[in-house]
């Protein structure tokens, strides 16, 4: 039986959820048919929302391929933090830009994305540098990281602001191994800050770790809107309410993403702040690029730069 499909198949519509697109794009591979130019540039934002990085990022932190095995689809990459004194972090990551079948099944039984699987996002590196410039604000606390990835930020919390504990956690299992390896392959550096990996989904109930948290951070986990009640939610259930808690996001506005998500906490009766200018080292580079830096071609503040985001209970 021949089957049949649509050129605007893989267009990614504005309320289409990403399992929808995600199989869209699963079934236009599996068919293998020829497409036409349109077709292809048609999918193009249906499949830059699922599994790719676009951007070479704002080089707050440097960082060196150490090891890399084709057979495995796995590298080591070396992190040099960039203030006196602190460690180097070795973090595993799959180096496989491609999306296997394993991974589109383990997407759609969860509900989940697969982007933590690809590589460090710009908004994980804008994190990790505002946590290590920020350390005091972690000293002595309970922390946690949501949609992590390969965990940059959380294991740089763990390693260099004398946390009391860093639970690094995402929803999606494949990720929590490469988080669960990347903790153990670091584990000299953590001092006394007790670090352990999570499988965190955000529709899950999680009243074993209900208001157990002083400060949560994530990075740029408000691009799916079909998340946002749900991520909304936890944050209230994990912070502490019995003392000064707070929640840090950094991620782009995207359209009206963040400012969706923004409603969503304002509707689970939290408080939050928005902060352009928060950091002078990645406010110059922002302007930078924005002043025609050519290393970040497609730059635009809109879908690349950052906001800070500072949600608490009351």
Known sequence: MEIETNMDETEAKPN?????????????????????????????????????????????????????????????????????????????????????????????????????????????????????????????????????????????????????????????????????????ANAGVFGHTKVKSMTLHWDEKVSNISNSFDVIVASDCTFFKDFHNSLASTVKVLLRNDGKSEAIFLGPKRGDSLDKFLEKIEENGMCFSVIEEYDREIWMRHQQLMSGDKSWPSYEKDHCYPLLVRITLQ
């Open 16 to 184: 289409q959820k990403a399992s929808s697109l995600r199989w869209g794009i699963l079934r236009q591979a599996l068919l293998r048919r020829p497409s036409s130019q349109s077709s292809v540039e048609q999918s193009t934002t249906a499949i830059l929302r699922i599994s790719r990085k676009n951007s070479p990022g704002f080089n707050l932190i440097k960082y060196q391929l150490i090891e890399e095995d084709r057979n495995s689809g796995n590298a080591r990459i070396c992190y040099t933090l960039p203030v006196d004194g602190s460690p180097k972090l070795l973090l595993a990551q799959r180096i496989n830009e491609g999306a296997d079948l394993s991974d589109f099944e383990i997407s759609n039984r969860y509900n989940i994305d697969n982007t933590g699987l690809v590589c460090h996002w710009p908004s994980e590196d804008v994190l990790a540098y505002f946590c290590l410039s920020h350390a005091s604000m972690f000293r002595s606390k309970r922390v946690i990281e949501l949609g992590a990835g390969y965990g940059l930020a959380g294991l740089v919390i763990a390693a260099t602001t004398e946390a009391l504990e860093v639970v690094i956690s995402d929803g999606n299992p494949q990720v929590v191994d490469y988080i669960q390896r990347n903790i153990e």
